[in-house]
C-alpha cells in the first residue's frame, strides 16, 4: 500500500486514462506529486488481446507515465453499473489511496461505460466519506473532483499545458501493443503510430491552442474558481 496518493485517475477501460489525461499525470509526477490509476474493468470483452495482455500492457503504461499505484476492479467490461456494490468497491479504494484530487470520465460520452464511470466515481466519492460504514480504512473524500473527457465536444474549465510530456503520452498509448499494433502484419510495428500520433496531436494542439501552449489536456470542474489575486490570473486574453 502507498503512503498517500495525490491524485488518483479513475476510469472504465484499461488505456483510457493514457487517451484523456496520460500527460497530466506523467507532469505532476514529474512536479513530486504521487499519482495512481484505477481501472474499472479489466478488458475481457475487447476484440483484440486477452485479460492478460492488457494487464501487462497497462503495467508499462503506468511505467511510462511514473504512476505509482494502478489496479484494475473486477466489474464487468462493457457493463459498468451505478450499483451499491460496485461504488463501495471504488470507495474502498479511494479509502485506502486518500487523493487529494480525484479526476473522473467526463458525465457525457459515447461509450455507456463512459459516461457511468463518472456517475460511478462521483458517487463513490461521496460514500467514501460516510464515517459509519465500514469498508476496511477510515472515511475519506477527496478535496477536489474534475473530469477528463476523450472527445473534443467539450468545452474544458481549464486545460494544463502538456507540451513537454506529450511524446511519453503516445508511448505510453503504443504500450498496448495488443490494441494499437497491427494484428495482421504480426511485425510488432506499429504502422497504425502515425494515423494515432496525428489524432492525439490535433486533439491537443486543439485544447493547447486555447490557452497559448503547444499541447494540452483538457479538464472539467463544476465549481467556480475562486480568485484572490486578480494580477495572479494565468492565460493572456488579448
Ligand atoms: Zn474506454
Known amino acids: 500500500m502507498p503512503d498517500s496518493i495525490d491524485i488518483l485517475a479513475i476510469a472504465a477501460h484499461r488505456d483510457d486514462v493514457e487517451q484523456t ?77 486518500r487523493p487529494r484530487v480525484l479526476i473522473l470520465p467526463y458525465w457525457q460520452a459515447r461509450h455507456p461505460d463512459h459516461y457511468t464511470a463518472g456517475i460511478l466515481g462521483y458517487e463513490a466519492a461521496f460514500v467514501a466519506g460516510l464515517v459509519k460504514l465500514d469498508l476496511g480504512f477510515p472515511a475519506h473524500r477527496p478535496f477536489k473532483i474534475i473530469y477528463a473527457s476523450l472527445y473534443a465536444d467539450v468545452r474544458p474549465t481549464f486545460v494544463v499545458d ?62 467556480v474558481g475562486l480568485v484572490d489575486d486578480l494580477l495572479t490570473i494565468p492565460v493572456q486574453s488579448i
Not at 503504443?174 to 511485425?187: E, H, K, P, V
Open 162 to 223: 502538456i507540451t513537454d510530456q506529450f511524446e511519453v503520452r503516445l508511448q505510453s498509448l503504443l504500450a498496448y501493443r495488443s490494441q494499437y499494433s497491427d494484428q495482421a502484419s504480426g511485425s510488432g510495428l506499429f504502422p497504425r503510430e502515425a494515423e494515432i500520433r496525428d489524432k492525439l496531436a490535433a486533439m491537443a494542439g486543439f485544447y493547447g491552442q486555447l490557452a497559448g501552449v503547444k499541447y494540452a489536456e483538457p479538464f472539467v470542474q463544476k465549481e
Open 21 to 97: 489525461c496520460g500527460g497530466t499525470l506523467r507532469k505532476m509526477a514529474q512536479l513530486g506529486h504521487k499519482t495512481a490509476i484505477l481501472d474499472l474493468t479489466r478488458g475481457e470483452m475487447g476484440t483484440r488481446g486477452t485479460m492478460e495482455d492488457r494487464a501487462r500492457e497497462a503495467e508499462d503504461a503506468r511505467q511510462i507515465l511514473r504512476v505509482s499505484w494502478r489496479k484494475a476492479l473486477d466489474i464487468p467490461d462493457g457493463r459498468v453499473e451505478n450499483t451499491f456494490e460496485n461504488r463501495t468497491k471504488v470507495a474502498a479504494v479511494i479509502r485506502e489511496l
